[in-house]
């Protein structure tokens, strides 16, 4: 009785905080994970189909768990009902049952079939961390256009490659998983930001979900929780404090080595601005990830909290944002990569995708070796800072 009564309550804020169309996503979603249909062969083609010849329906979705039934397959069907061709995952009862759910053309066994497809221009990758890197390569030298979760890269190794993927392949638009930044909050907040002069003084305090230890996060060839979690915000600071005047950044480490879910850090960035940020896995977050942002910047003084509510002081004027749902912008980023590759429009900076790893990677370093470090960067296609 009691754990009904808790995922009862849990129902009830989740649709306060999201809505009920995504709730109920985020329910079907525990079921799609639990799903054990089969097929016969290295394909399913989908018999109730009737749009196979939509120029539309160009996109394929590698790696269908929950995150790409609930979150990415969920938003591009709000965007179009037929914008899925394919989908593959290693685990083929996941790719079936989103590829059903969804009203896609077909599933793969072989995903290199996704390659070889000549109508598929977008592919979305939403596999375990340390295989982003791999699928994204290939696609790219196949001429597919990419949406990478993150993280993009689990090493400088896999950097290094997709850099040089990506400046062989000009013409092919790469987009991230970095979807904060695309929150309608963070934006209202930058646009405030940028009334006033100098360096920011920030904090972020993140609250992420407790994992097991024997989480398939915790493989050392996945990045742990740094790449798989912290890398949200280190990238959020690019964003804050603008690549162009961040480096070199000092990055100061402040958890016990032997933590693999605890983190504290410091960062001291060119331009005079400093952060902090902690993540904190202590116990259970039963309405998800909680973070809240302070920071004050000339005479603007700001709280976000958990993306739902936004206070600025400026002066004596107080302004107060607060959407009926959170909003962390999931919405817009991933639909933002199938308007870009539809309306033919660019994708990411090739300078932000190697920035904004090469800075994740070095607090991943500086946490786990507990040494303070300094990071100059030397990119293909500006120069060094």
């Given at each position: 009785?009691?754990?009904?009564?808790i995922?009862?309550?849990?129902?009830?804020?989740y649709?306060?905080?999201?809505?009920?169309?995504?709730?109920?996503?985020?329910?079907?979603?525990?079921y799609?994970?639990r799903?054990?249909?089969?097929?016969?062969?290295?394909?399913?083609?989908?018999?109730?189909?009737?749009?196979?010849l939509?120029?539309?329906?160009?996109?394929?979705?590698v790696?269908?768990?929950?995150?790409?039934?609930?979150n990415?397959?969920?938003?591009?069907?709000?965007?179009?009902?037929?914008?899925?061709?394919?989908?593959?995952?290693?685990?083929?009862?996941?790719?079936?049952?989103l590829?059903?759910?969804?009203g896609?053309l077909?599933?793969?066994?072989?995903?290199?079939?996704?390659?070889?497809?000549?109508?598929?221009?977008?592919?979305?990758?939403?596999?375990?961390h340390s295989?982003?890197?791999?699928?994204?390569?290939?696609?790219?030298?196949?001429?597919?256009?990419?949406?990478?979760?993150?993280?993009?890269v689990?090493?400088?190794?896999?950097?290094?490659k997709?850099?040089?993927?990506?400046?062989?392949?000009?013409?092919?638009?790469?987009?991230?998983?970095?979807?904060?930044p695309?929150?309608?909050?963070?934006?209202?907040?930058?646009?405030?930001?940028?009334?006033?002069?100098?360096p920011?003084?920030?904090?972020?305090?993140?609250?992420?979900?407790?994992?097991?230890?024997?989480?398939?996060?915790?493989?050392?060839?996945?990045?742990?929780?740094?790449?798989?979690?912290?890398?949200?915000?280190?990238?959020?600071?690019?964003?804050?404090?603008?690549?162009?005047?961040?480096?070199?950044?000092?990055?100061?480490?402040?958890?016990?080595?032997?933590?693999?879910?605890?983190?504290?850090?410091?960062?001291?960035f060119?331009?005079?601005?400093?952060?902090?940020?902690?993540?904190?896995?202590k116990?259970a977050?039963f309405?998800?990830?909680?973070?809240?942002?302070?920071?004050?910047?000339?005479?603007?003084?700001?709280?976000?909290?958990?993306?739902?509510?936004?206070?600025?002081?400026?002066?004596?004027k107080k302004?107060?944002?607060?959407?009926?749902?959170?909003?962390?912008?999931?919405?817009?980023?991933?639909?933002?990569?199938?308007?870009?590759?539809?309306d033919?429009?660019?994708g990411?900076?090739?300078t932000?995708v190697?920035?904004?790893?090469?800075?994740a990677?070095?607090?991943?370093?500086?946490?786990?070796?507990?040494?303070?470090?300094?990071?100059?960067?030397?990119?293909?296609?500006?120069?060094?800072?």
């Amino acid at each position: 009785m009691d754990n009904w009564f808790i995922k009862i309550k849990k129902v009830v804020r989740y649709i306060r905080h999201y809505g009920l169309a995504r709730t109920v996503t985020k329910i079907r979603g525990t079921y799609h994970l639990r799903f054990d249909g089969t097929f016969e062969g290295d394909t399913w083609d989908n018999l109730n189909c009737k749009s196979k010849l939509d120029s539309s329906r160009f996109t394929a979705l590698v790696g269908c768990g929950n995150f790409a039934f609930s979150n990415i397959a969920y938003y591009l069907f709000r965007c179009n009902k037929k914008f899925l061709r394919c989908t593959y995952d290693p685990d083929s009862s996941r790719a079936l049952s989103l590829c059903r759910y969804y009203g896609g053309l077909y599933v793969t066994r072989r995903w290199e079939e996704i390659l070889a497809d000549e109508s598929v221009r977008l592919v979305y990758i939403a596999s375990n961390h340390s295989t982003h890197c791999d699928y994204a390569i290939a696609c790219i030298n196949a001429g597919k256009h990419v949406h990478i979760e993150k993280p993009h890269v689990v090493s400088g190794d896999q950097l290094e490659k997709l850099m040089s993927a990506m400046k062989n392949n000009p013409e092919v638009k790469v987009f991230m998983g970095f979807n904060r930044p695309r929150s309608a909050l963070f934006d209202k907040l930058k646009h405030l930001l940028s009334s006033q002069e100098g360096p920011i003084m920030f904090n972020w305090f993140v609250a992420g979900h407790r994992i097991p230890n024997d989480h398939w996060y915790f493989d050392d060839k996945e990045g742990g929780r740094i790449l798989g979690n912290l890398i949200h915000w280190t990238d959020m600071s690019l964003h804050l404090i603008n690549k162009e005047t961040a480096f070199p950044c000092r990055i100061i480490p402040g958890s016990p080595s032997s933590s693999r879910s605890d983190f504290m850090l410091m960062l001291v960035f060119a331009d005079g601005s400093s952060g902090a940020i902690t993540f904190s896995a202590k116990g259970a977050t039963f309405e998800g990830v909680r973070e809240v942002l302070n920071l004050q910047r000339g005479d603007v003084m700001a709280q976000l909290t958990d993306f739902k509510n936004l206070t600025v002081d400026i002066n004596h004027k107080k302004y107060h944002f607060a959407p009926w749902f959170r909003d962390h912008g999931h919405e817009a980023n991933i639909t933002n990569s199938y308007q870009r590759v539809k309306d033919d429009m660019p994708g990411e900076d090739p300078t932000y995708v190697e920035f904004t790893a090469r800075f994740a990677l070095a607090i991943k370093n500086a946490i786990e070796s507990q040494t303070e470090t300094t990071v100059h960067f030397e990119d293909q296609y500006g120069g060094r800072s």
